[in-house]
């Protein structure tokens, strides 16, 4: 079907141009006053149907994957994440725990009487992780109602618009926080005596006398966006009733203290009195989570190089909270679980009774599968390569084994840059490190030649045999773990033992160990360093160190590869190009101008010859548009509409309707409009002005 039609199609039914609607009801055959016949309920079983459906990821193989391999990758995910979702809260409650219980000991032991009648306050400052405030606030809640001791009230800018309004807000949120909304309209309407308004503090009183409210904290989440003016009568209102509430105020501020009290007149910062909190920055936490994600030592799942990148340029170029940085990493996660028929693999109930054709064909179209033929072929083993190529059942069987090699490997390559950034920190090496950075080099293949392994083993051969000892205690499993190194522990321990000094043992390497000679030259002064006789625990000692150093250097090697090079890497590690830029950091500019200059990229068309830039098969919009790009910053709108109609003119000859292509012509000119590519010209009535240019 052409342009025309369709629109001729359009034009018949109406429903998308039609102004007004004419509303018939349809006439019923009943008489006035009968019911009308019941309906079949039908809606619980479509829920009932949803539900079943909705739970699975979709068969991949273009439809041709069984239902089991679905299911297995859809709870390999579910559990997987569940996992990790687990390690996140015990981050944030970590990371939450001391500040959590500085304020939640502060809440309890001041009073009023403690501060000379002034209010108790809490100056908590969030900083750019503003969630955790949140979370603060909620367990000092859980905290107080569990102990019947009272609870907090949470106050957002919005809640206070103006006086009654925020006392209104403060009341109901006291009462439900433990009554419920029942329990609060009952509260208003079983009250003796005359009824109060929504507002009146008497209210509140009643509730913490007959609650034996002990503590009520009323926390201003973001105390910068309050108005001041509203924020000095109510802390003047609530101060005249700390007789009879015993209020606890707590301020959240995401700039500094200093210019919170700047905006507070003197008089009412003289009704405050308290102490200064401080939650840590949400980089803190984000690398903590990174760090526990990636570096545990039970992991069967990593992100990538560049999936590793893209988070952390997202955290460095905006503030990001632990949450946000959470669902990212979530969404990664769902992505390879959901579009990667290989994820089965991961799954604990992965055996070979499930195995299928297709999934050994994915495998043997995988790039590492291809490498790992050809290391095989090196060593020449023909024979295990002809199997993996013709046995499906060998096929699969090798590769659940050389997965969990390859999942070893991971865990080995972030056991090394744990004990890495330890040791750097041991040694003090000025050049500042962290885990994401050493990771980002680690999985690139990268960190076994870069600055920071030079720096670690230099800085290795100054250590006294103090220091070592320290240095040895931070090394990794896999390290400590060879018999060499052993070895060497059994060797250093029987010297230090021997040792009878009481300065440490020092290499050779050790500044205290060089001997500086200044002699004169054409007086010229002139300095050589040379090395100082050493006693023989030293030199045995320094020996030592040359085996650590051997060794250590020949670990790092083995387990710092790259992990794009281990076999079946693409099933237990993500890592695509643009993995998410385009969701997160999308370009609908660069999307919808791609879609109008070459719509086919994403149309299916007809036609058969499509040489032509600009074809009547097109959309209209694309058409126009293509035509607008070949226009200067103002185009006639009547050239415009000859060129248009020409393109259909050229391929329909008397066929064309004008008409029709003129509704076609108006209708882009409306959408580019409404795109904001065009706009009517003030200079001249009858041009078009340009307000878009492609690519900018």
Excluded at 189 to 194: F, M
Excluded at 495 to 501: D, K, P, S
Excluded at 678 to 695: F, L, N, P, Q, Y
Aim: hydrophobic share 35%; glycine share 6%.
């Amino acid at each position: 079907m052409d342009l025309q039609s369709e629109a001729h199609g359009v034009a018949k039914d109406g429903s998308n141009t039609q102004g007004v609607y004419i509303y018939r009801p349809a006439t019923s055959a009943k008489a006035h006053g009968e019911r009308p016949s019941k309906r079949r309920k039908v809606q619980s079983e479509n829920k009932e149907q949803l539900s079943d459906s909705s739970h699975t990821f979709l068969p991949l193989f273009n439809g041709e994957e069984n239902e089991t391999s679905v299911e297995l990758r859809y709870n390999a995910y579910r559990l997987l994440w569940s996992d990790q979702e687990n390690k996140i809260q015990e981050v944030l409650r970590d990371v939450d725990s001391e500040v959590l219980e500085n304020v939640s000991s502060f809440v309890r032991s001041t009073s009023p009487q403690t501060y000379d009648g002034c209010i108790p306050t809490a100056l908590i400052t969030v900083g750019s992780n503003v969630s955790s405030l949140g979370r603060l606030l909620s367990k000092l809640n859980d905290q107080l109602t569990t102990a019947d001791e009272g609870g907090v009230v949470i106050l957002e800018s919005g809640d206070a618009p103006n006086l009654k309004t925020t006392l209104k807000n403060i009341i109901r949120a006291a009462v439900t926080n433990t009554e419920g909304n029942d329990g609060y309209q009952n509260f208003l309407t079983d009250r003796e005596g005359p009824r109060l308004l929504g507002y009146d503090l008497d209210l509140l009183g009643d509730y913490v006398k007959r609650k034996g409210v002990k503590k009520l904290v009323v926390a201003f989440r973001d105390s910068e966006a309050f108005d001041p003016s509203i924020l000095t009568d109510l802390l003047s209102l609530l101060s005249s009733w700390l007789d009879r509430i015993p209020f606890t105020l707590l301020f959240g501020i995401s700039t500094s203290v200093e210019l919170f009290e700047g905006r507070l007149p003197r008089s009412s910062v003289a009704l405050l009195r308290g102490r200064y909190f401080e939650i840590h920055g949400a980089s803190n936490c984000v690398d903590r989570i990174y760090e526990r994600l990636q570096g545990d030592q039970n992991g069967r799942f990593w992100l990538g190089r560049n999936i590793t990148g893209i988070l952390f340029e997202k955290s460095n170029d905006y503030f990001q909270t632990p949450e946000a940085f959470s669902r990212t990493v979530k969404y990664a996660y769902m992505t390879h679980f959901f579009a990667n028929p290989l994820a089965v693999l991961l799954s604990d109930k992965a055996s070979a009774n499930m195995q299928q054709g297709k999934l050994c064909e994915a495998i043997r179209n995988l790039p590492s599968f291809r490498r790992f033929c050809e290391h095989l072929l090196d060593e020449a083993s023909t024979e295990k390569v002809r199997n993996l190529l013709g046995n499906d059942e060998f096929l699969f069987q090798q590769s659940l084994e050389y997965l969990e090699t390859g999942q070893q490997r991971m865990r080995d390559i972030f056991q090394a840059v744990k004990a890495i950034d330890l040791c750097l920190k041991n040694l003090h090496i000025s050049r500042k490190s962290t885990i994401p950075d050493l990771s980002i080099r680690a999985l690139s293949g990268e960190l076994q030649d870069s600055t920071f392994m030079d720096d670690l083993l230099r800085g290795l051969k100054t250590l006294d045999s103090s220091k070592l000892k320290e240095f040895l205690a931070i090394m990794p499993q896999g390290f400590t773990d060879l018999s060499e190194f052993q070895d060497i522990q059994k060797d250093f321990e029987a010297l230090v033992h021997t040792y009878q000094g009481m300065e440490p043992l020092r290499s050779e390497y050790d500044s205290h160990n060089s001997v500086v000679a200044a002699t004169v030259v054409l007086q010229r002064v002139k300095l050589s360093k040379s090395k100082a006789k050493l006693p023989e625990q030293n030199i045995k000692y320094t020996k030592i160190i040359d085996r650590v150093y051997s060794l250590l250097e020949r670990y790092f090697v083995e387990t710092l590869v790259r992990p794009q090079d281990l076999f079946l890497h693409e099933a237990f590690l993500l890592d695509m190009k643009n993995p998410l830029k385009e969701i997160f950091s999308p370009r609908p500019r660069f999307a919808i101008e791609r879609a109008l200059a070459s719509p086919f990229d994403y149309l299916i068309s007809t036609s058969e010859k499509m040489e032509a830039r600009i074809s009547a098969q097109q959309p209209a919009t694309a058409i126009l548009y293509q035509l607008y790009l070949e226009s200067g910053a103002l185009v006639n709108v009547h050239d415009l509409w000859q060129a248009f109609y020409t393109v259909f003119e050229s391929e329909q000859g008397d066929a064309c309707d004008e008409r029709m292509t003129m509704t076609l012509f108006y209708r882009a000119v409306s959408e580019l409009k409404a795109l904001g590519m065009v706009k009517s010209s003030r200079k001249k009535v009858d041009h078009a002005a340009k307000s878009a240019w492609v690519g900018l």
